[in-house]
Structure formats: C-alpha cells, structure tokens
Nanobody, 123 residues
C-alpha cells in the first residue's frame, strides 16, 4: 500500500492546516490509521489515530482540543485538521496504516508509512 501525504506548508502561529493522506489501495478501509510527526533531531512522535470506521480516535495530549483526525473510507483518505497551530508543532508529519482495525499510539504496529509532509509554524 502506498500512502501520499499532502497539505503541509508554512503558517503563522494560531493558523490552521489540513493534512490529507490518500492510500493507493481500498484494503486500508478496514485498518486503523495514524499520524505521527518528527521534528528535526527528535524521535517520531504519535499525534493521532483513528479506527477503521472512525469510531475510536486517540490524540497526543499536546494536540488534544486543537487537532482532529477523520477519514473518508470511500476515498481511502485520512485527514488531520490542525487548528491553533504553535511553533512547537513544526515537524514532518507522516501518515501510516496499522495492522489492526483500531490503530494505536505506538509506531510499532504500523505497517505502511507515507513519505511525510512538512509543517512549519512561525511565531
């Protein structure tokens, strides 16, 4: 499965961006999916995950109340709406497909990763 992430860019603090992750195969519609991010020189950190039908979502504490993950199964696409962006949100954002229907906060269970999209938030 190939994942294509898009929607990153440069935005001022307080602004918004919407990331998209399109999967090449319909088979991911039954898998949990997640977003992770990696700042320069840092480890890859969990951001959000969503179950196969959207019924279960999880967020990192740092983004709760500001970010929303959603998915359109018919389009094989997962979204990450990011509001009230902060300079500390600056990172490369990656989407990934989990091996189960639920997803998780750990990167270990994710079997396919997108190429990443850069998000830069200026102060």
């Amino acid at each position: 499965v190939q994942l294509q992430a898009s929607g990153g860019g440069l935005v001022q603090a307080g602004g918004s961006l919407r990331l998209s992750c399109a999967a090449s195969a319909r088979t991911v519609s039954n898998n949990g999916m997640g977003w992770f991010r990696q700042a320069l020189g840092q480890e890859r950190d969990f951001v959000a995950s969503i179950s196969w039908n959207g019924g279960i979502t999880n967020y990192a504490d740092s983004v709760k109340g500001r970010f929303t993950i959603s998915r359109d199964r018919a389009k094989n696409t997962v979204y990450l709406q990011m509001n009230s962006l902060r300079p500390e949100d600056t990172a490369v954002y990656y989407c990934a497909v989990h091996r189960t229907a639920v997803g998780s906060t750990s990167p270990g269970g994710y079997v396919s990763w997108g190429q990443g999209t850069q998000v830069t938030v200026s102060s």
